[in-house]
């Protein structure tokens, strides 16, 4: 009985959980009429790809795209490189400010990014960076960072340090060691950060919606979704349908990760 419920509840938790996705999915391939009708339906009794070709015809649509892409990558592999370092010399040296240091991530990761919304447009707008990509970038690469740090941080520590110096011993430096023996066991955390930092900086909204102002060539596909509604409503089958190829290359990123993202999360919240 306590297993029956235990399952009754995980299966009540995935229902409420997907059922917005399907539904998005859903009303994505339906006809207009059937998504203004007063009577829901669960399955399109006629699949159309016309909301679709509406959104990838959307003026911007591949330009936003591209942006997104660019922007997302490029903060998410500096945040991986520079984290890397940063986790290797938390987790495996002893110096004196390491305290203060990892406190200090920790803070960064619990502040809420929008309290950083008016200083970051300042400084933008005192160093001319406004309407930037790589404005864009370095504030993604700011909000990823202490996530990627804290995560990579737990997992270095569970790797024993007896491998590194057993490769030391056999004559390998340091960096060497580093690259032969634990690189290749931090891969499931590497997947893991990048997979939750791609996430993170693909979906954020409020700080494109702040620093690109003037240039909307400059804009990414969490604003494109807004174009949607105009002085008529909105056409929400368009809306749905962009929101799908919006959320199709995470779930496909994810999918394609998801045998080390478990693996890595957990490894990396072994030792703190």
Known sequence: M?????????????IVTIFPVYWMFL??????RDIQSDTPTFWPASPTLDHFVTAVNAP???????????????????ALLVALMAAFAVARMRWRGRGAFVVAVFAAQMAPWEALLVPVFIIARDTDLL?????????????????????????????????????QVDGCSRLVAFRRVVFPLLAPGLMATSLFGFITA????????????????????????SSFRDV????????????????????????FL????????????VKG
């Open 2 to 14: 306590r297993r029956l419920l235990l399952n009754a509840s995980a299966v009540a938790v995935l």
């Open 202 to 225: 693909w979906n954020e909204f409020a700080f494109v919606n702040v620093l690109i102002i003037k240039d909307q060539d400059k804009r990414t596909l969490p604003v494109w979704l």
């Open 232 to 255: 008529f409503g909105t056409d929400w089958g368009a809306t749905m349908a962009a929101a799908s190829l919006f959320a199709l290359p995470v779930l496909l990123l994810f999918l």
């Open 27 to 32: 009303t994505a391939f339906k006809p207009t």
């Open 131 to 167: 309407d930037s990509l790589a404005m864009l970038t370095g504030v993604y690469f700011m909000i990823t960072l202490p996530f990627t740090i804290v995560t990579l941080r737990g997992f270095l520590a569970a790797i024993p340090p007896e491998l590194e110096e057993a490769a």
């Open 60 to 78: 911007g649509f591949w330009t936003y795209w591209l942006n997104s892409l660019l922007v997302t990558a490029g903060a998410v592999l500096i």
């Open 258 to 269: 998801q045998r080390h993202v478990g693996t890595g999360m957990t490894a990396g919240a």
